[in-house]
């Protein structure tokens, strides 16, 4: 079935750091892709999504680029704040997967100044 | 506008007994979802409604689990006898068919 495969944290960074959190997927059909942040005690917020090859997402200086060649669609940010200090969860969603979100595992990531 | 709405943000409840948690979408989000987020299990789908009927029920745990949406808006969901397993956080999410989903704060649920 359809899965998501995110790199495992924690990921600890210093303020202006660059950000990668690797993410690949396994999909039949021609899924939209997510990423969405999850700040402490609160729900998850979408961040950026793409719904077709090479479409690029881009909100709060983050991006992600859907490959459709290396399913893959990592999530970078050239300067981290401590503010962005979250767990961030990949996500796809297909018609021919269902209905609901599928998720990966989540990565935290942790910015210090 | 109003996001989606959870009740209670905590809930803690002896084994045994029942719980039920409670969702409002955004209005006019005619599509409703269920997940649970434990430590261990990351997002795991529970139900899906559209309207008031739940054509996706496959990721009820148990027949201890069950829900219902009234009126095309609120949503409960009702754990039975509750199990230490049940503890974690139940998210609720709303959009339109086929739109990004836009999620709730969740309950996060202890069982003593």
């Not at chain 1, 479409?55 to 669609?73: I, L, M, P, V």
């Not at chain 2, 905590?10 to 599509?31: F, M, Q, W, Y």
């Not at chain 2, 027949?63 to 199990?83: H, P, W």
Request: glycine residues 10%; proline residues 4%.
């Amino acid at each position: 079935g359809d899965s998501v495969t995110q790199m495992e944290g924690p990921v600890t960074l210093s303020e202006e750091a660059c950000l990668t959190i690797n993410c690949t997927y396994t999909a039949t059909g021609y899924p939209s892709l997510f990423w969405y942040v999850q700040y402490p005690g609160e729900g998850l917020q979408l961040l950026l999504k793409a719904t077709k090859a090479d479409d690029k997402g881009s909100n709060k200086g983050f991006e992600a680029t859907y490959r459709k060649e290396t399913t893959s669609f990592h999530l970078e940010k050239g300067s981290v704040q401590v503010s962005d200090s979250a767990v961030y969860f990949c996500a796809l969603w297909s018609s021919q997967a269902g209905t609901a979100l599928i998720f990966g595992k989540g990565t935290t990531l942790s910015v210090s100044s | 506008g109003a996001g989606v709405s959870q009740s209670p943000s905590n809930k803690v409840t002896e084994k045994g007994k029942d719980v039920e948690l409670r969702c409002d979408p955004i209005s006019g989000h005619t599509a409703l979802y269920w997940y649970r987020q434990s430590l261990g299990q990351g997002l795991e789908f529970l139900i899906y409604f559209q309207g008031n009927s739940a054509p996706d029920k496959s990721g009820l745990p148990s027949d201890r689990f069950s829900a219902e949406r009234t009126g095309g808006s609120v949503s409960t969901l009702t754990i039975q006898r509750t199990q230490q397993e049940d503890s974690a956080v139940y998210l609720c999410a709303s959009s339109f068919p086929g739109q990004p989903q836009h999620f709730g704060d969740g309950t996060r649920l202890s069982i003593l």
